[in-house]
């Protein structure tokens, strides 16, 4: 997987990048929605997200995308590296929207995503990155697997159905 910190944002990405984030969640990801879902139903979140990159918005923008293009040169693995809005923060990035197409996982392109964007984050002179993750799912494992450590959890804060409260896990990773 060849990894590209603001490629050009065309509507060829935009729907790849779409259909992987439907694809995802379809397969059980925990990236802002619960299964199922379609293209059209994350496109007004994914417009959002990705107006603040500077691969669609430019180099005023305030955040950054990191895509992972597979062999096909598809996009196969992405996240947003997100700015946290405060001059007194400048120095780390959140990780947003973490995921990798369900026909590559288990191939070690997540392991490669996050360690893509670490070297990403310090070509931006960033020593830190901070993420949240969904309780329950195990990734909080994988996480740790690569360096970050938890630093806060909220119990039962992400309400995924009625009656399965989920903690929202705070990670960090120094630099």
Known sequence: MRFVLDPEMTPELFEELLSCWAEVTNAGGAVG????VTPDDVRPTADKAFARTRAAAGPGASDNLLVGFGDDGAAGAWLILGDNGSGLRAHW???LRVMVHPKHQGKGYGRALLLAADDAARSLGLEALQLTCRGGTGVDRFY???????VGRVPRSIRVAPGDD???IYMLKWL
């Not at 929605?33 to 199922?36: E, L």
């Not at 740790?144 to 938890?150: F, I, M």
């Open 33 to 36: 929605f619960v299964p199922p």
């Open 93 to 95: 990035r959140w990780l």
């Open 144 to 150: 740790a697997s690569v360096g970050y450590r938890e």
């Open 166 to 168: 989920r903690d929202e």
